[in-house]
């Protein structure tokens, strides 16, 4: 059974630094391309970062360039989300997912992890 | 880019079948079938519903379809029962450089 476990979300101050983690078992993590995907309070879904299964390859969407690094250690089998310069618009859940053969769609997600940023 | 357009809500009743649309551009949904629709009950996280426009994942419901149109993809759900009640989202590669994917607004599906 595919599981992803999230964990590292907090209350943080603006301009924190936090490290998201996504702990991640009953599949080959190392095969997949991994995906952080956010969720504001009451709002829709919106793509964060991604990365390919090798980590060669790094994806972020534009508000977060600069201050988020996506980060994976497949012999760990863990995702990583490190923030920094955190801002208020930041505030959300935080879902990782998978994302099998770098196909742009995501199978599996965990339950998330909820970032709060004030002060 | 903006996100996908979704219609806010849909309504239905039991048995009957409802279609959300999702519309991009030609640089997104139009140029490639790469749309994936996801449901999202309260409180929990997203499930994968279908990939690649029409594909269905093993697990999901015959029930639930999708389709595309020029710059609109489509998800119907055929039969419709009180559990589908919930969130959808569409989500498309976003055919750039500076964007990977991204997602619709959402659609609140309430079953009467």
């Known amino acids: ?119 | 880019q903006s996100a996908l357009t979704q219609p806010a809500s849909v309504s239905g009743s039991p048995g009957q079948s409802i279609t959300i649309s999702c519309t991009g551009s030609s640089n997104d949904v139009g140029s490639y079938n790469l749309v994936s629709w996801y449901q999202q009950h309260p409180g929990k996280a997203p499930k994968f519903l279908i990939y690649e426009v029409t594909k269905r994942p093993s697990g999901v419901s015959n029930r639930f379809s999708g389709s595309k149109s020029g710059n609109t993809a489509s998800l119907t759900i055929s039969g419709l029962e009180a559990e589908d009640e919930a969130d959808y989202y569409c989500c498309s590669y976003a055919g750039s450089n500076t964007l990977y994917v991204m997602f619709g607004g959402g659609t609140k599906l309430t079953v009467l």
């Open chain 1, 1 to 119: 059974e595919v599981r992803l476990l999230e964990s590292g979300g907090d209350l943080v101050q603006p301009g924190g630094s936090l490290r998201l983690s996504c702990a991640a078992s009953g599949f080959t993590f190392s095969t997949y391309a991994m995906t952080w995907v956010r969720q504001a309070p009451g709002k829709g879904l919106e793509w964060v970062s991604s990365i390919s299964h090798t980590a060669t390859n790094t994806y972020y969407i534009d508000s977060v360039k600069g201050r988020f690094t996506i980060s994976r250690d497949n012999f760990k089998n863990t995702l990583y989300l490190h923030m920094t310069s955190l801002r208020a618009e930041d505030t959300a859940m935080y879902y990782c997912a998978t994302e099998p053969a770098d196909n742009y769609y995501f199978d599996y997600w965990g339950q998330g992890t909820l970032l709060t940023v004030s002060s």
